[in-house]
């Protein structure tokens, strides 16, 4: 019953650090996005992926890059972190057939120093 | 796709009736109304949807006018749990179109 696993829950970089944040579900879903949010406003789509080797951008894709090498997982990478990037970052997922419900992850808090 | 407007905040009693409204005014032919929540900082919950005829389930009802230019969520006895942030999302097939917004937040109060 995992869903969607976000890992790590938090993390701290440094500016100009790399590092991947990792999503994972075991519902078998073509459709995987990240999201992210600052404080007091709403979700933000980074990238997305409508199944395995298809990737796509979003609304805010500049210094993440992702790719989907499996179905399960989705992973995202911060190339050169900086504090703009500083954020909560959420994984979702569907079956991606349309009229149906994203399921998300519980979300990974970054800060960049 | 359609963007919506929703109040920013809203007060309810525990045990009574949260009607949520949104207006979606911009909404097409083929794009649903979704209802998402979240509360404190954990990941979006899906509450329900629905193209044009008023839904119902487990968690809420929503209803949609018949011009579908607006929306109410509907959760029939509120308690304190469902304190949140609740997103109306106009979408049509793809989801990377979802455009979340800053929602309403509902503090349902003792």
């Known amino acids: 019953n995992a869903g969607v696993t976000q890992t790590p829950k938090f993390q701290v970089l440094k500016t100009g650090q790399s590092m991947t944040l990792q999503c994972a579900q075991d519902m078998n879903h073509e459709y995987m996005s990240w999201y992210r949010q600052d404080p007091g406003m709403g979700l933000r789509l980074i990238h997305y992926s409508v199944g395995a080797g298809i990737t796509d951008q979003g609304e805010v894709p500049n210094g993440y890059n992702v790719s989907r090498s499996t179905t399960e997982d989705f992973p995202l990478r911060l190339l050169s972190a900086a504090p703009s990037q500083t954020s909560v970052y959420f994984c979702?997922?569907?079956?991606?057939?349309?009229?149906?419900?994203?399921?998300f992850g519980s979300g990974t808090q970054l800060s960049v120093l | 796709d359609a963007k919506t407007t929703q109040p920013p905040s809203m007060d309810c009693a525990e045990g009574r009736a949260a009607n949520l409204p949104c207006n979606h005014s911009?909404?097409?032919?083929?794009?649903?109304v979704y209802w998402y929540r979240q509360i404190h900082s954990q990941g979006p919950q899906y509450i329900i949807h629905g193209l044009k005829n008023n839904e119902t389930n487990e968690m809420a009802s929503l209803i949609i006018t018949e011009d579908r230019k607006s929306s109410t969520l509907i959760l029939p006895h509120a308690t304190l749990r469902d304190t949140a942030v609740y997103y109306c999302?106009?979408?049509?097939?793809?989801?990377?179109?979802?455009?979340f917004g800053s929602g309403t937040k509902l503090n349902v109060k003792p």
């Open positions: 979702a997922s569907s079956y991606g057939r349309g009229n149906e419900k994203l399921f």
């Open positions: 999302i106009v979408g049509g097939y793809n989801f990377n179109k979802f455009y």
């Open positions: 911009t909404i097409s032919g083929n794009e649903y």
